[in-house]
């Protein structure tokens, strides 16, 4: 049998792509809708995910005060604004897309997304970042056993795994808990958010003899229903330990991003 392959397909979509939404989405701050509108767009300002695009005419009690600075954000030139709602005032909070942007987003709004208090698309809460069309996450259970290692001490050893294929990023193996050595582990207080698996519910360090080694382990216990496979699983991040696929030896992955959104 072939070895494990380390290859993975890449992201697609080019900066400055835009497309329809074909969902109804809303953002709240203070319980008060800023917005409400099955019209928005998808606009990649970068590669790995697009961003919610909104017309300026599907504000609710959203209210943008124009801040007279303009930069180029990916897409084309936006002008930032203010945003006020109600009694709350979110400086800089909302870019409008201006000549020289793709048409369709010409009387839109991209809203940075920490400065609602949440996003929904249709009535389901969204995290971190809109999912993008084009990415797939799909978690299948396999026969494959995996090993995992760090300056020479075995950290996991088990027969079977759960393997995690996302679009753009390495292929993760997550393994029941019962193969992990806890007790050479830590926990740490760290938690993340992924749009595509949900929060994080625990994250765990090596200390070495040589080195400390943060959160190189992982587990969502309460994943999305797209990634339920991986519930009460746990992952090892590829690109920080020795992680050997039926009895092979991974080469390690360049670090795409710190944290298990990967």
């Known amino acids: 049998m072939a070895n494990e392959s380390v290859l993975h397909p890449s992201l697609i979509v080019p900066v ?12 709240l701050i203070g319980g ?22 909104i017309p300026v005419e599907d504000l609710v009690e959203g209210v943008l005060i ?6 180029h954000h990916g897409a084309g030139p936006a002008r930032r604004h203010t945003l006020r709602v109600g009694s709350e005032l979110r400086e800089g909070a909302a870019w409008v897309w201006e000549e020289g942007s793709p048409e369709r987003l ?44 760090l300056d020479g001490v075995v950290l996991a050893e088990a027969p079977n795994c759960v393997k995690l294929f996302e679009t753009g990023l390495p292929t993760r193996y997550y393994v029941e808990r019962m193969h992990v050595d806890w007790t050479k582990l830590r926990r740490s207080d760290t938690v993340t958010r992924c749009p595509y698996k949900g929060t994080t519910s625990g ?9 400390s080694h ?33 009895g092979v030896l991974l080469p390690r992955p360049t670090d795409p991003t710190r944290g298990p959104a990967t």
Request: glycine share 2%.
């Open 16 to 27: 400055g792509h835009v497309e329809p939404v074909p969902r109804r989405i809303r953002g």
């Open 32 to 53: 008060r809708v800023v917005f409400d509108t099955r019209r928005a767009l998808y606009v990649w300002e970068w590669r790995a995910y697009p961003q919610f695009s």
């Open 66 to 71: 124009d801040d007279d600075h303009t930069e």
């Open 106 to 149: 010409l009387n839109t709004v991209r809203f940075d997304w920490d400065a609602l208090d949440s996003w929904f698309e249709e009535d389901e809460p969204v995290f971190v970042h809109p999912r993008s069309p084009y990415s797939r996450v799909d978690a299948l259970r396999s026969a494959s056993s995996v090993r995992v290692e």
């Open 203 to 211: 994250y765990w360090s090596f200390d070495s003899d040589t080195a």
């Open 214 to 246: 943060e959160d190189i382990v992982w587990a969502y216990d309460f994943p999305t229903v797209h990634a339920n496979r991986i519930a009460g699983l746990a992952a090892f991040y590829n690109e920080h330990v020795d992680l050997y696929v039926d």
